[in-house]
């Protein structure tokens, strides 16, 4: 049975509204195969670029341990992959669930161009996945967060950016 997944009405013409609704199809079905397969949470992703997916994911926290493999990330990971490329301009990212914190800076980290979305971090919450907390957490100082954070070795870590600034052959990102 296939699933008709509608998006929110845009000026884009109606083929381009099809097109968004192929793409959000695929993302929902890698979402349920993975949780069919007890692979992880109800998440799937794909990366598209031209008019074809460059990359799928779904969630796979669970099954391959990770914590950070979201779907979103997977399908981040598979297309840089398969463009052998470490950002993704030129891409959409489409997600059946808007991106929790850690995915969306994956999004802005491989600079995808736009993300499509189907639920809210609200219905994710309403599911049992509520990352409210970690929005929270993130405009606060290291020293006022939940999790303890203390700066040590400061000098020893500089050392680091130093080279990097004046490494001539360095591949800028």
Known sequence: METRISI???PESGRDARVHD????EAVELGHRGMA???GGPFGAVVVTGGKIVGRGWNQVTSLLDPTAHAEVMAIRDACRALQRFELRGCELYTSCEPCPMCLAAAYWARVERL??????GDAAGAGFDDEFIYQQIPLEPAARSLPMTPICRESALRLF???KNNPDKTPY
């Open 116 to 121: 499509f979305y189907g639920c809210t971090r």
């Open 162 to 164: 130093d080279e990097w």
């Open 37 to 39: 397969e007890n692979g």
């Open 22 to 25: 192929q793409w959000m199809r």
């Open 8 to 10: 929110q009405e845009t």
